[in-house]
């Protein structure tokens, strides 16, 4: 059940619970008073309980609403006790109505209450009386701005919600589609270089086409919001050490894992991070590093987890090292290839309180470090 499905929920039990008391320990209007509370309870349930789909329709929910006031208003005159049902009531202009409706609605529903209370006939002879009126249609409007300034910051979090899970999307179609396909092309340019060499030719398009069913499986998984395949089946460190058995068999670079510390159950979202980390980094040492060798180190500590990259290819200067930590720009390494990659690993390990840092320097390689608080 959805959020709004539950606050509608709560303002139904609190009509009904506001109806059902007056009519059980009401004393004046006796059999009439329950036979009117049987129809209201049965009208509402008709018409609002069950015409959540024609809310803020002014035809018919307004033909509703007037229904409903008046046979409050006939309960109330039956018997003072049901004065309470406007506390029932109060929010029904603001669920069933439209726009500035609404408050028009609500003060009907206070008014009508309080007529039906007898409180018009005595305000010429008690003033004060008018105040409480006035008092009891400026809360009710009160109200339905409260509950409107509610109503569109829940829009704005959910678009921003929304905004953000297309951010993950993006990144995970990058980190899947996008490196995929990479792979897929250097395979096949290898098939092409390979010449009249069958035996090396059929071996590149095979690794092409696993490859391709990989990164369609992972697309698959990603645009499901599931976990990623390798941490479906094994441990985190497991997981990262298969990533880099079947990346260095694909480049023909040296690759090694190491694991420090004892390895440990982490949050699902960190190991996700950390996950995709290594694969960008590993993707983007194959593209633009020129390494020979490619080292992984992930470091297990009381507070923290990192994971480094580290590469001996031609790494950057340091021009090119401060445009890559500012906005991603520069040639590449393990830090990035300059786009889209580098950023959306640094929005990545931030959601979950980590950093990202690469150093480099011309031709002494790349170093990729994430590092994310954990317990």
């Known amino acids: 059940m ?8 709560a303002f139904h039990l609190l009509f009904y619970a506001c109806l059902a008391i007056p009519a059980l320990t009401g004393r004046e209007g006796g059999a009439p008073a329950w036979a009117v509370a049987a129809v209201m309870a049965l009208y509402y349930w008709l018409f609002v309980v069950r015409g959540r789909d024609r809310f803020e329709r002014l035809h018919p929910m307004g033909w509703h609403l007037t229904v409903l006031i008046a046979l409050m208003a006939v309960l109330i005159v039956l018997d003072p006790a049901f004065d309470t049902l406007i506390f029932g009531m109060l929010s029904l202009p603001y669920v069933m109505l439209p726009g500035r409706w609404a408050y028009g609605g609500a003060a009907v529903l206070v008014t009508t209450a309080f007529s039906a209370a007898g409180g018009l006939a005595e305000i010429s002879r008690a003033p004060s009386r008018a105040v409480s009126l006035l008092a009891g249609i400026a809360l009710a409007v009160l109200m339905g701005l409260f509950v409107n300034f509610l109503v569109k910051a829940g829009e704005r979090n959910k678009e921003l919600g929304v905004l953000e899970e297309r951010t993950r999307l993006a990144g995970e179609i990058h ?46 998984r990603s645009v499901h919001q599931l976990r990623p395949e390798p941490l479906q089946r094994e441990r985190l460190d497991l997981a990262l050490a298969g990533v880099v058995r079947r990346w260095s068999a694909r480049t023909g670079v040296r690759a090694r894992m190491a694991v420090s510390g004892p390895p440990r159950p982490l949050d ?71 786009g889209y990659g580098l950023t959306a690993m640094r929005e990545r390990a931030a959601r979950v309180g980590g950093a990202v840092t690469v150093e480099s320097a011309r031709g002494e390689g790349t170093a990729l470090c994430v590092s994310i608080p954990c317990a």
Not at 200 to 214: F, M
């Open 175 to 220: 980190d899947t589609l996008a490196q995929g396909f990479s792979g897929v092309i250097t395979q096949l340019e290898a098939a092409e270089q390979a010449g009249d060499d069958l035996a090396a030719v059929r071996e590149r398009i095979a690794s092409a086409k696993r490859l391709a069913r990989e990164s369609l499986a992972e697309a698959r």
């Open 2 to 9: 959805d959020e709004e499905a539950r606050w509608f929920r």
């Open 268 to 338: 699902p979202d960190v190991e996700v991070v950390l996950l995709r980390a290594a694969q960008e980094g590993l993707a983007n040492v194959a593209r633009h590093a020129r390494a020979t060798s490619v080292a992984l180190t992930l470091t297990y500590m009381d507070g923290e987890v990192t994971l480094d990259v580290l590469d001996d290819g031609a790494g950057l200067d340091g021009a090119g090292l401060d445009g890559l930590s500012v906005d991603g720009a520069g040639p590449g390494g393990a830090g990035g290839e300059g």
